[in-house]
């Protein structure tokens, strides 16, 4: 793959999409578009694409037609490490797990959500596919970047590395009560096990209150969303991030209850990262599934967006209120 800037990082834009067909297939063309339009087109940073069954080679003409980067085609199938069940899951209890939850929370009875969570939440990042890039930009088929990112974000790849920053995004969700009940718990677990990290927590620069009110310390719900999603993947990879991810793998909740990719990754930023290391892109339009919206507040950005701030939805003030 070509990297604009390899003298400096190798960067890519990475997306998981299920195969060929038209429901899955289309949405990503359109943010490939999307992305090229608003961005791309003027830095030519390649694509990895991983798909669960192998694209056709239509498929990936048409993929490769829109981009100004290299493409890579990674096909999951038969790769149980990475996409599929943890070595420990009981498929029973799994597929109880669903039909409770089928009416109670999005994607409640979905097999595939919960794959796709376990892949980008731990296993992605010891894929060979990644292996020689250090920041991605994390995207999900579907979403609309409603602003064209110019002169005043220029090169988000280039900001990371830059300022060393280790985690980005741009709207903060909330988990639903009845998706995670014992994530929390779970988590906790883990620092009791490893005391080293409460001293952490406490400290100014702690993303800890993210995750736990500092009122009563009860969990807040709150998340970084993954579906737009910049990141130094040195942070992912670490001995630190993956001994956690593989407690995580462990309790099951993916699959015992509906944890969310998200939800994960943002306990583990909790746990390991400072306020200085992440940062939220104000100046970058971001428009999700299910109605989730970030448009720029600055109103020297309107005139080149398909978007007001006044529709924006998502928790950002209240779960970041500890950043200011």
């Known amino acids: 793959m070509h990297h604009p800037q390899e003298t400096l990082y190798k960067a890519a ?4 999409i299920q195969g060929d067909s038209v ?9 490939v578009r999307d992305l090229e339009d608003s961005f791309n ?3 030519g940073y390649p694509f990895v694409i991983f798909s669960v069954d192998p694209l056709s080679t239509r498929a990936k003409e048409l993929v490769a037609s829109l981009t100004s980067g290299t493409v890579h085609f990674e096909t999951l199938h038969g790769q149980q490490q990475f996409y599929g069940y943890g070595s420990d899951t009981q498929l029973g209890k799994a597929v109880k797990a669903r039909h409770q939850l089928k009416d109670q929370v999005d994607e ?16 992605l990042y010891q894929h060979p596919a990644l292996k020689d890039l250090d920041y991605y930009w994390r995207f999900q088929p579907g979403t609309h970047y409603p602003c064209p990112i110019f002169e ?21 969700v909330r988990e639903p009560t009845q998706a995670a009940p014992t994530l929390f718990q779970t988590v906790t ?39 737009f999603q910049i990141a130094d993947l040195s942070f992912f990879r670490s001995e630190q991030y993956q001994s956690f991810f593989d407690h995580i793998d462990k309790a099951n909740g993916i699959f015992y209850e509906r944890w969310s990719d998200s939800a994960i990754q943002s306990m583990g930023a909790a746990l390991f990262l400072k ?21 720029p507040t600055n109103s020297d950005l309107w005139s080149r967006c398909d978007c007001r701030p006044d529709y924006n939805f998502d928790d950002s003030h209240a779960c970041l209120s500890f950043l200011a």
Not at 109 to 123: H, L, M, P, V, Y
Not at 279 to 295: N, P, V
């Open 189 to 227: 677990d883990y620092i009791e096990q490893h005391p080293e990290i409460q001293s952490r927590l406490s400290q100014r620069d702690s993303l800890w209150p993210l995750v736990a009110s500092k009122e009563d310390g009860q969990y807040t719900q709150c998340e970084f969303s993954s579906s």
């Open 23 to 31: 429901d899955d297939f289309g949405p990503l063309l359109r943010t």
């Open 13 to 16: 834009f990475v997306t998981l």
């Open 152 to 172: 005043e974000t220029k090169d988000p790849f280039y900001y990371m590395y830059k300022h060393q920053k280790k985690l980005s995004f741009s709207l903060t």
């Open 108 to 123: 409640g009875d979905s097999k595939t959500f919960r794959f796709n969570a376990r892949f980008i939440a731990g296993t």
């Open 41 to 43: 087109h003027a830095h």
């Open 275 to 295: 306020k200085q290391d992440i940062h939220r892109w104000k100046d970058i339009g971001y428009r999700g599934l299910g109605g989730l919206l970030y448009c």
